[in-house]
């Protein structure tokens, strides 16, 4: 059916026959899952705590998987045992209330956590602006995140970041038509997505631990066409740059076609995808022994989350239901957010990987972590290196950045 058509009936069904067609080629294309659709929920295992005493800044912390993966983080440091160690974590979100509002949220998890279990460790919940759409708000937020670190002192103590997680994203609803924009011209989605997190990263990366640190890009499935839920709509393709290398940041779509909401998220995960693993070799070119690594991963399809937020309430309630209830095709954000703490905590080297599981892979609880969350092949157009490489050129061109990798 012509993408035309579909959000048709997106509008004038609430989504009901939309949902029905989503779901069907995810079943399709999981034959494992109607034999195990049934089977018992694996009771859920914590994800070990370690390396305690870091610093971790995670964007879209105050809701969906990032805000899970918070609780996650602050329930291991408060249960770890041994010498009393301090673990900072930013909460860098689009508004300083929302942050302020996810720390509140924190603190009250917090307290009843320690009346259950006390501990020897303490976690610094540090609230921060950073709005993705603005590259004024990230050039902010870098310029404090020193200070914010001190505690509001003078001196940094030559804190370095020990984990980045690029997470917050954004998407439209697929029925729109207008070409949002941020502040500074770029195509919405995609603007918020690649070029705001590019941006974070570019003025981050000199406050990132050389020794081991480590940077996490939440990515997606839809990246790839192949996958059940890409080949859906248009599928994601950047085409030969030619949007973004004639028009610059006035492009509607970096491939130079027409706006699509639909694609435009699509597009903006394949480009997630490019920039992990342009980092990651530009990385291993400039460091000889280990030092910075970078992977990105899929939490899988989750529809509960604000990343919704933008689409037809009734067309989410019975796409949510019908994926994660019923067909069993769907993930909770909590288990998403276990994926992000599995990356943080547990994924080490080689880097420029892509982690990811079969829709559904949630109702093997936590123990799905480093089972079927594995390490899975990117899509084909992910794989061009070169493109790459001249995608990765383009982006600091666009920003008006020059990086010394």
């Given at each position: 059916m012509p993408s035309y058509e579909r959000r048709r009936l997106l509008e004038q069904l609430g989504g009901i026959s939309l949902a029905s067609q989503l779901l069907f080629p995810l079943l399709l294309f999981g034959p494992t899952l109607a034999a195990t659709a049934a089977a018992e929920d694996v009771p859920a295992q914590a994800v070990p705590a370690q390396q305690e005493g870091r610093t971790i800044v995670l964007t879209g912390a105050n809701s969906g998987i990032g805000f899970e993966a918070c609780k996650r983080i602050l329930s291991a440091v408060n249960s770890a045992p041994g010498a009393t160690t301090t673990t900072n974590l930013v909460l860098a979100c689009r508004t300083i209330t929302k942050a302020?509002?996810?720390?509140?949220?924190?603190?009250?998890?917090?307290?009843?956590?320690?009346?259950?279990?006390?501990?020897?460790?303490?976690?610094?919940?540090?609230?921060?602006?950073?709005?993705?759409?603005?590259?004024?708000?990230?050039?902010?937020?870098?310029?404090?995140?020193?200070?914010?670190?001190?505690?509001?002192?003078?001196?940094s103590d030559n804190k370095k970041i020990n984990v980045l997680c690029l997470n917050a994203g954004i998407s439209r609803n697929t029925a729109a038509t207008d070409v949002a924009r941020t502040e500074d011209g770029f195509e919405l989605t995609v603007?918020?997505?690649?070029?705001?997190?590019?941006?974070?990263?570019?003025?981050?990366?000199?406050?990132?631990?050389?020794?081991?640190?480590?940077?996490?890009?939440?990515?997606?499935?839809?990246?790839?066409?192949?996958?059940?839920?890409?080949?859906?709509?248009?599928?994601?393709?950047?085409?030969?740059?030619?949007?973004?290398?004639?028009?610059?940041?006035?492009?509607?779509?970096?491939?130079?076609?027409?706006?699509?909401?639909?694609?435009?998220?699509?597009?903006?995960?394949?480009?997630?995808?490019?920039?992990?693993?342009?980092?990651h070799r530009r990385l291993v070119e400039k460091q000889s022994n280990g030092g910075i690594?970078?992977?990105?991963?899929?939490?899988?399809?989750?529809?509960?989350?604000?990343?919704?937020?933008?689409?037809?309430?009734?067309?989410?309630?019975?796409?949510?239901?019908?994926?994660?209830d019923l067909f069993k095709v769907g993930e909770t954000p909590a288990w998403g957010g276990g994926c992000l703490t599995y990356m943080i905590n547990d994924v080490a080297g080689p880097?420029?990987?892509?982690?990811?599981?079969?829709?559904?892979?949630?109702?093997?609880?936590?123990?799905?972590?480093?089972?079927?969350f594995r390490v899975l092949p990117v899509s084909e157009e992910a794989q061009d290196t070169a493109k790459a490489k001249r995608f990765w050129e383009l982006s600091e061109r666009e920003l008006g950045i020059s990086s010394s990798l």
């Open positions: 302020q509002d996810a720390v509140n949220r924190l603190l009250a998890e917090k307290q009843q956590d320690q009346e259950e279990q006390p501990g020897t460790n303490s976690i610094n919940l540090i609230p921060a602006e950073c709005n993705l759409a603005s590259m004024a708000s990230i050039q902010t937020f870098a310029d404090q995140l020193p200070t914010l670190l001190s505690g509001g002192g003078s001196s603007g918020t997505n690649h070029f705001g997190h590019f941006y974070l990263n570019h003025l981050l990366l000199p406050m990132m631990d050389p020794s081991a640190g480590k940077i996490v890009v939440t990515a997606s499935s839809v990246h790839d066409p192949a996958s059940p839920g890409g080949a859906q709509g248009v599928p994601a393709t950047l085409g030969n740059l030619n949007g973004l290398e004639t028009q610059g940041k006035n492009c509607e779509m970096i491939d130079g076609g027409a706006f699509n909401a639909d694609k435009a998220y699509k597009d903006s995960k394949l480009c997630n995808v490019l920039f992990t693993r342009e980092l690594t970078v992977n990105c991963f899929t939490p899988g399809l989750i529809v509960s989350t604000g990343l919704f937020r933008d689409q037809n309430p009734l067309f989410t309630k019975l796409f949510d239901f019908a994926a994660t880097g420029g990987q892509y982690y990811g599981s079969e829709p559904g892979s949630s109702k093997y609880g936590d123990a799905a972590y480093g089972q079927q």
